[in-house]
């Protein structure tokens, strides 16, 4: 069991509990991005469908389907971010796609996004609809792209005069998987939501109360902490009463956002970021790119000597990093883009009459740091208006497609705006507290309209540059 689990104890407790067959109907997985809690999940779905003892190689028809995503006694639920995986797993099929793992990988990644429009939790639901034909275009193509996978094996393994499959996908491969990777992203960019709506608790909660095609029914919420209020009773009632062939698995990084008589019901799992050995490790095996994972392996050796803290768990995951790399706009690209904004928010302020004298020295410091971090990246901080470094910003992160990166870019500025105010001395000042709660609290709200209600990012982001220039004049 868990054999693919790499240095989690939360894999050990979950086998004993297992084996011991004392594991309750509900649990929670919770710790940090990429720490695999989703994988830990979806094999304990596995496990307890098995018909057999749960290893890995069973060949058993639930391990089967549980293992390419295609159970029906499989359910998945809840936003997270998908391009950055999919677009990992389908270089790791095209380097080593004589692999039937590496195909099992990339299939299983599309299959995580396509779980999310499951008619179980969309029917009778119009918005679905906008999706159909992409949906169809997607698993058409992946029809076209495992029918093709096996027609090259089998060519391969009839011709006596190679020694194995060749050394580069053919074209004709290579354009399908291109295809899946394009359209699962316009997929995810249309489709996904930030938060977790009602109808989809109760849809899979009627689900889960069904016979089971085979041994057991799993729910499996992901960001369990995004659900909206009336989600979360909703959740609470089949928790309290959990039909007896169901089970139900919360994933979550923040479990201290959920509600305490959800919380009291779940037996708590904690995984960790891992060694940086281990991290290394799974780049390597997992997505089968050795040279990544021996630098990642460099990168987070060299971080935790730096922080004291050698042979120890990392502060950040490498598989985390590792993933980011995969996106159209690198995560350490916002940050300056970020400074670029505050600072020419900075700038507004002090220049109109109205500016408050509680947060004056809060703003001296945000543009003094902010030009500095522009001048480090190489930004121009002369531009002439705000719509100008709107417009700049969102070009540079190419539009926000990726609906993710605008809560990341959000988040940067936050945590830009509390690191700069803070001063030199280090000590947060009043203004620098109402600041900063300006910036949490619009910011939020920002990031919910393009987020969850689809609104236009360059409008979000000019509408929140007005919005914190007049709060702040008034403080």
């Known amino acids: 069991m868990f054999e693919n689990m790499l240095g989690q104890h939360a894999a050990d407790v979950l086998t004993a509990d297992i084996q011991n067959n004392v594991l309750p109907p509900s649990l929670l997985f919770h710790g940090p991005e990429a720490s695999g809690k989703s994988s830990a999940a979806l094999e304990t779905a596995r496990i307890l469908s098995c018909k057999n003892k749960g290893e890995w190689t069973c060949a058993c028809r639930s391990c089967i389907t549980h293992k390419d995503l295609s159970s029906k006694d499989l359910l998945v639920i809840g936003p997270r971010p ?3 995986e ?8 095209m380097r080593d796609f004589q692999m039937p793992s590496a195909k099992i990988l990339f299939l299983r990644s599309l299959r995580k996004l396509l779980m999310r429009f499951s008619q179980i939790i969309w029917e009778g639901e119009s918005e679905v609809s906008k999706f159909n034909a992409l949906l169809e275009s997607i698993n058409d193509t992946i ?4 029918r093709a996978d096996v027609e090259l094996r089998n060519n391969e393994n009839s011709n006596d005069d190679t020694d194995g499959t060749p050394a580069v996908l053919p074209a004709p491969l290579e354009k399908i998987v291109n295809t899946l990777v394009k359209d699962a992203l316009k997929l995810e960019v249309a489709g996904i939501n930030d938060m977790i709506p009602v109808a989809h608790i109760r849809r899979a909660a009627y689900w889960l109360h069904l016979t089971p095609d085979g041994k057991r029914k799993t729910l499996i919420i992901e960001n369990a902490e995004r659900m909206k209020d009336e989600a979360r009773n909703s959740l609470l009632k089949t928790i309290e009463e959990p039909p007896p062939s169901a089970q139900i698995i919360l994933c979550t990084a923040k479990p201290g956002s959920l509600l305490p008589t959800i919380l009291s019901r779940l037996r708590p799992y904690q995984f960790f970021t891992r060694k940086p050995e281990t991290e290394a490790e799974i780049i390597r095996r997992v997505f089968r ?6 630098a990642a392996l460099d990168a987070g050796c060299a971080a935790a000597e730096e922080n004291g803290a050698a042979h120890k768990n990392t502060a950040v995951s490498l598989v985390s990093n590792y993933l980011d790399g995969f996106l159209p706009v690198p995560k350490d690209s916002l940050p300056p883009l970020a400074a670029l904004f505050a600072q020419t928010l900075a700038a507004a302020v002090s220049a109109d009459p109205p500016a408050a004298g509680l947060v004056s020295s809060a703003l001296a410091e945000l543009r003094e740091r902010g030009k500095e971090r522009c001048e480090k990246a190489g930004l121009d901080t002369g ?9 700049f910003i969102i070009e540079k992160c190419e539009k926000f497609q990726t609906r993710r990166l605008y809560g990341d870019f959000i988040a940067a500025l936050q ?14 000042s009043p203004g620098t507290l109402r600041l900063c709660e300006l910036f949490r609290s619009k910011g939020a709200y920002s990031v919910s309209a393009v987020t969850v209600y689809n609104q236009n990012a360059l409008y979000a982001l000019e509408k929140l540059f007005l919005d914190l220039k007049e709060s702040i004049c008034r403080l």
Request: proline residues 2%; charged residues 20%.
């Open 82 to 84: 998908f391009n950055a």
């Open 383 to 391: 531009k002439n208006s705000y719509a100008e470094v709107c417009a």
């Open 86 to 93: 999919i677009l990992a797993c389908s270089k790791a099929y």
């Open 289 to 294: 790119d050795p040279e990544a994972a021996a």
């Open 143 to 146: 029809d076209r792209f495992c």
């Open 415 to 428: 945590q830009f705006v509390f690191e700069a105010t803070m001063g030199k001395s280090g000590v947060v």
